[in-house]
């Protein structure tokens, strides 16, 4: 007697998808609720708002303005090395934010008397004039972002963040971004 067969089942067992049952079921996944894939939606809104102000009055790319406003907060000189310690991007990103900035004048670029194989990098006057000009444009993007928040609200906001940085702490000991 010939036995009939299922071709779809056969397949799915030969690629190891077995039929779903009670205890087989996955778990219920909604991209839109999942909490990484929201933090991304929310990190590009903010980059986009504050990007809108510093592409459209110097033309700047969103690495370029977090170099300039961490030279642009310094009391001195600092390293290539040190931006990318204070800031979230890899070494080859502040290097090439680096380079753009200083082929269009926003910075400058000093021996390390204290390091001879480095540089020390600063702003210019120029890229001063518009670190300057753009971070109260900046801060009034962040006030509008922050409109209707409570101090309450913002703080916990502030410590749900470093709580969950604090949780990942251990996974990402020595992984770049």
């Known amino acids: ?5 299922n ?3 056969e397949t799915q067992e030969a690629i190891g998808i077995a039929s779903e049952t009670p205890e087989t079921r996955l778990p219920d996944f909604e991209l839109e609720t999942f909490f990484p894939y929201r933090v991304r939606v929310f ?29 642009g907060s310094a009391s001195g000189g600092l390293q290539a090395s040190e931006i990318v310690a204070r800031s979230s991007m890899d070494k080859v990103v502040v290097s090439r934010a680096v380079k753009r900035m200083e082929e269009r ?13 480095s540089f020390l990098l600063q702003l210019s006057e120029e890229g001063r004039a518009a670190f300057e000009d753009l971070a109260p444009k900046l801060k009034a993007v962040e006030q509008k972002m922050l409109s209707g928040l409570s101090p309450a609200e913002i703080e916990g906001f502030l410590a749900v963040t470093r709580r969950i940085r604090e949780n990942l702490s251990d996974e990402l000991d020595g992984m770049s971004d």
Not at 1 to 5: D, G, N, P, V
Not at 105 to 117: C, I, K, Q, V
């Open 7 to 9: 071709p779809e089942t």
């Open 1 to 5: 007697m010939t036995k009939l067969t």
């Open 43 to 71: 990190y590009s809104d903010v980059t986009r708002a504050l990007s809108a102000v510093y592409q459209r009055d110097y033309g700047m790319m969103p690495a370029e303005w977090r170099t300039m406003a961490i030279l």
């Open 105 to 117: 004048g926003f910075l400058t670029r000093e021996s390390n008397e204290a390091d001879g194989r």
